[in-house]
Structures are given as structure tokens and as C-alpha cells.
């Protein structure tokens, strides 16, 4: 699956467009976690186990969205957005989405 941030994909041409694809995710933080990122951040510095999990969803997130592009039988993903919300104070979402098109 070809995925860009762009109107169009770079020396392909929109041969056709099935409309907007996404994928979402609700990710809450685990607890053992929370208390290593909490003392990270007295010392300041990347809070590794938050990245590590953010990484994570993204990437459920992205795959879902494929997934739903394939089923309508694109090849292609123009204008991909990442959007994030809070859900609860200890849950965020993660949604991504797209147009789902295919390109020759």
C-alpha cells in the first residue's frame, strides 16, 4: 500500500477515488508504566515507555486503516492525517485516516 501526506503520489497517476479510509485506536497507560514515566520525568529527559506505546498504536492504528482501503480495492492512501484526543484521563485515542485511492 502506497501511503503519503500529499495530494497525489509522485509520478502515479488518481485513477480512481473510493473516499476516506481510517483506523483508530483507544490506548489506555498501564500503571507499572505511569510509575517509571512519572519518576522520568523528575530527571527530565524522553519518557521511553510512552514513545514505545504511542509507536505501538500508531501502527495498529495505520494498519487498520490499510486494511479498510483494501476491502474497497485501493492500492493508494493521499492526504494521511494523525489526529490524537483524550478519551479519558487515562486513555487517549489515536486516529489516522486518508482517501483511499488507486493509482496506475
Request: proline share 1%; glycine share 8%.
Amino acid at each position: 500500500m502506497i501511503m503519503v501526506n500529499t495530494e497525489t503520489v509522485p509520478n502515479k497517476e488518481i485513477v480512481e477515488v473510493y473516499g476516506i479510509v481510517r483506523g483508530n485506536i483507544i490506548h489506555s497507560k498501564n500503571i507499572g508504566k505511569d510509575i517509571v514515566a512519572g519518576f522520568r520525568t523528575i530527571v527530565g529527559g524522553e519518557i521511553k515507555e510512552y514513545t514505545v506505546m504511542m509507536t505501538e498504536a500508531r501502527d495498529i492504528a495505520q494498519q487498520r486503516m490499510i486494511e479498510e482501503a483494501e476491502k474497497l480495492g485501493a492500492n493508494a492512501i493521499v492526504n494521511i492525517r494523525f489526529m490524537t484526543a483524550s478519551v479519558m484521563q487515562s486513555a487517549a485515542e489515536l486516529m489516522v485516516y486518508g482517501t483511499a485511492v488507486k493509482v496506475k
